[in-house]
Each structure stands twice: as structure tokens, then as C-alpha cells.
């Protein structure tokens, strides 16, 4: 019988690489606590319409990603295939936003049914961010420094941030009118999606990642022309915020996100050490998000952080990440010495609850099991025989330096771990 293997994009993450999301996971709890934003836990599921309605009908995501099905109750489902539009949700049917300027954030697996390569999975993880309730560019400034604070915090450096406005929707309409007439003059030189989007939704084209359309793309109009006063005015505060804060950037005319409820401003973090899936972090303004999915009228601002790609990059770099090695790493030998080392490990564990102990419960000599303690990389090997069972004392050996072992009476074994390892 064959045996069964994980679903092709959808990747274990073993013993070994943890620690780098662990590394990443605990620096963004820290920092999202200290600027006050809350956990918040959507479901992995939603109703298909939350993500028609949000994202966009003529979107790549709706129209070829989403791992979309009907329940037994004929209800159409989907696996989020990203959770701005669940976050949204839940702050609407929760009565979140009755809080001006809340701020919540949430973590986990999203699913996108799409051409698996390096650092774009069928299943990934992101970290997503929300402010609500705030109109001013104060917003895109906090979320801007915070991210430029996480880099830092993980050790990572070389990232760098584009931004761009896309305006109110009035604005966009505009614009799409003067992008439908560019690229209509234009369509013998377009590619098959391109062509099908111009009266649908043009905006798209300008995140066409074809090469041969990129020349065509980069002399189109710029949205920044058709801004207002307001617009322009919301811009020029929010880079003068950056400027002050020393935030370096470029303001690039051509950045328009993949998700149709942008408006306003727009940003990303990139990377050109991952090579062409180098976005690690994007988001932006979506001011109307609220009130189409069925809200209040309520402004809103957010970003997410892909997993794997700050996985990639930490590798990448060479970052060096803490890595958790047992204090101690208990073996025992004898009938007696194998039914008390238990009793010992959690008296151990009771006095010292920082204490990382492994109990080695295989088989095998002293020798067998001072290699595996050795391997673990544990700076104590704590050896209980029959005899030392009997006497209620405890050989303690310092695995990390040379010299005799010791006896150590089993009530005095706290104490020893703690004045040997945790007062240096």
C-alpha cells in the first residue's frame, strides 16, 4: 500500500525550521501588545459571498484561487483566501467598531489554489493587521513604523517600502476611464487577461506580472494625476510623517495591490534577496470594506505579513535565531531508578518551572543514554541508577564542561540546577 503524502503546495513544517516561526510569531505578539492591538481568532471558512463581494468577481483570487464548495446544506463555502474580509466580518457581526480606533490583528493558515513554487504555497500563513475607525494618514504611518520596528526586532535588514494612493473611489473611476481608453488604443499588444479586463476591471492590468507587458504598463497613466486637493493633501501628511520619522520609501505610481477594496493608500515591504516573490508585507487604506460587506461607514486601514517568506528571508540572511536546549536531561536505569525518575523530573519541574527538562525513557546502558543526552544538547545530565535510587541521591554530570560528576541528594537537586545553570 502507497503511502499517503501531504497535498502538493501544502507543506509540513518539521522540528527544525519552528524555530524561525517561532522566532517571528513570539517578536510579533511583543510588538502588536506594546502598540495596542488585540488577538482576534476568524474561521478558516467563510461564506463564498464575503470574498465575491470584498476582493473583487474579476480578481485572480475569486476567479482562479479559491478553494470554493458546497456544504450538505447547498451553502456555497470557501477556505479564506485571505482575512481582511473576515476580520471585517467578525468586527461588524461583533460590534467591534463600536470602538473608535480599534485595533485588532490575527495569524494563521490561508489557501489559494494556485501554481505551487518557492515562497507561494497552496496553504499559507500571514499575519494580518487592522486599524478601524481612524480617516487620517496617522494610521498608514503607524502601521508603517511598526513593521519597520518588527524588521529590526527579527534581525532582518535590506527591506525596502512602496507606496502609492489609489484615491476615492470617484478618483479610481476616473481613472479607469482614462486606462480603458490607453489600453483599448493599445490592444493588439495585450496578453489574454489583460484583454478581457479592460472594460471589466483595467487597474488590474497594472499588476500584470507578464514581462512583455511591463514596457506598455510603466508608460500608462498614473493615477497620481487624477488626484484632489484631498487626496493630494492625505498623501503629502502621510510621507512628511515618514520623512520626520525617517522612514525611507518610494512613492511608485504603478503599485495597485491585488484586492479591489483598496482606496487610498497603498504600500509594500519588498525583498530582492527572494528573488520574484519578493513581497513580504503589503496592505493598505479600504475605506468602503465596512459599509459594503454590510457595516457602518467606517474607515480602515490594514496589512499582512507573509509567513514563509520572512521564514525565507530570516535563512536567507543568515539570521542567527535563539534556539531553546534543554537545561537538563534526566536517565534513568533499573526497575526502581525508572519508576522514580518521573516523580523526580516534576518535583524537578514544581521548584523550577523555567527548567527545560528531557526524561530519556528508552532502552539501553548509561553510556546509550549520556550520548543522547549529549545530542540534545542539554548542559546537565542528571543519572539515576538503582543504588542512587535506594539513597535518594542523583548523579549530576556538566555535559558542557570537563571534569568529575557529581552527587547531589535528590532534595538538593533544585537548588544545584539552579545555582549551576540559571545564576550563571
Known amino acids: 500500500m502507497n503511502a499517503i503524502q501531504a497535498i502538493r503546495g501544502m507543506n509540513d513544517v518539521l522540528p527544525d525550521a519552528v524555530s524561525a516561526w517561532q522566532h517571528i510569531e513570539r517578536h510579533v505578539r511583543t510588538l502588536l501588545g506594546a502598540y495596542g492591538y ?6 478558516l471558512v467563510e461564506r463564498t459571498e464575503l470574498f465575491r463581494r470584498s476582493i473583487g468577481e474579476v480578481t485572480d483570487i475569486v476567479e482562479k484561487e479559491m478553494y470554493t464548495f458546497d456544504d450538505r446544506n447547498g451553502e456555497s463555502l470557501t477556505l479564506r483566501p485571505e482575512c481582511t474580509a473576515s476580520v471585517v466580518r467578525a468586527a461588524i457581526e461583533h460590534g467591534l467598531l463600536r470602538t473608535p480606533g480599534r485595533r485588532v490583528w490575527t ?5 489559494r489554489y494556485e501554481r505551487p513554487q518557492k515562497g507561494r504555497y497552496r496553504q499559507f500563513h500571514q499575519i494580518d493587521v487592522e486599524i478601524f475607525g481612524i480617516a487620517a494618514p496617522s494610521a498608514e504611518a503607524e502601521l508603517i513604523v511598526m513593521t519597520r520596528r518588527l524588521w529590526k526586532a527579527l534581525g532582518l535588514s535590506g527591506l525596502s517600502l512602496e507606496l502609492n494612493s489609489l484615491g476615492s473611489r470617484d478618483i479610481q473611476a476616473r481613472y479607469r476611464a482614462r486606462l480603458v481608453e490607453y489600453f483599448s488604443a493599445r490592444a493588439d499588444a495585450l496578453d489574454a487577461d489583460s484583454s478581457r479586463r479592460i472594460e471589466t476591471n483595467p487597474l488590474r492590468i497594472l499588476d500584470s506580472k507578464n ?10 497613466p498614473r493615477i497620481i494625476d487624477e488626484h484632489d486637493d484631498d487626496a493630494r493633501a492625505h498623501l503629502d501628511q502621510l510621507l512628511a510623517m515618514l520623512d520626520e520619522a525617517g522612514v525611507e520609501y518610494r512613492v511608485n505610481p504603478r503599485l495597485v495591490r491585488g484586492l479591489d477594496y483598496y482606496t487610498g493608500t497603498v504600500f509594500e515591504w519588498t525583498t530582492g534577496e527572494l528573488g520574484a516573490q519578493g513581497a513580504v508585507c503589503g496592505g493598505g487604506r479600504y475605506d468602503n470594506l465596512v459599509a459594503e460587506i454590510g457595516g457602518p461607514a467606517n474607515p480602515a486601514i490594514g496589512f ?5 517568506r520572512l521564514v525565507a528571508l530570516l535563512d536567507v540572511q543568515s539570521v542567527e535565531l535563539p534556539v531553546a536546549m534543554p537545561h537538563a536531561y534526566l536517565a534513568s536505569a533499573g526497575p526502581r531508578a525508572s519508576i522514580l525518575a518521573h516523580a523526580v523530573a516534576e518535583r524537578l519541574r514544581d521548584a523550577v518551572p523555567e527548567l527545560r527538562l528531557v526524561v530519556d525513557a528508552g532502552h539501553g546502558s548509561f553510556k546509550a543514554k549520556l550520548k543522547r543526552a549529549d545530542r540534545s544538547g542539554a548542559r546537565l545530565a542528571l543519572l539515576l541508577g538503582e543504588e542512587e535510587a535506594r539513597n535518594g541521591r542523583i548523579a549530576v554530570k556538566d555535559l558542557r564542561a570537563r571534569g568529575p560528576q557529581s552527587m547531589v541528594s535528590i532534595d538538593d537537586l533544585a537548588g544545584h540546577i539552579v545555582r549551576n545553570v540559571f545564576a550563571e
Open 211 to 220: 514581462p512583455s507587458m511591463q514596457a506598455l504598463i510603466e508608460e500608462a
Open 38 to 43: 488585540e488577538e482576534i481568532r476568524p474561521p
Open 107 to 111: 495569524m494563521g493558515p490561508m489557501f
Open 304 to 308: 499582512a505579513i507573509g509567513l514563509e
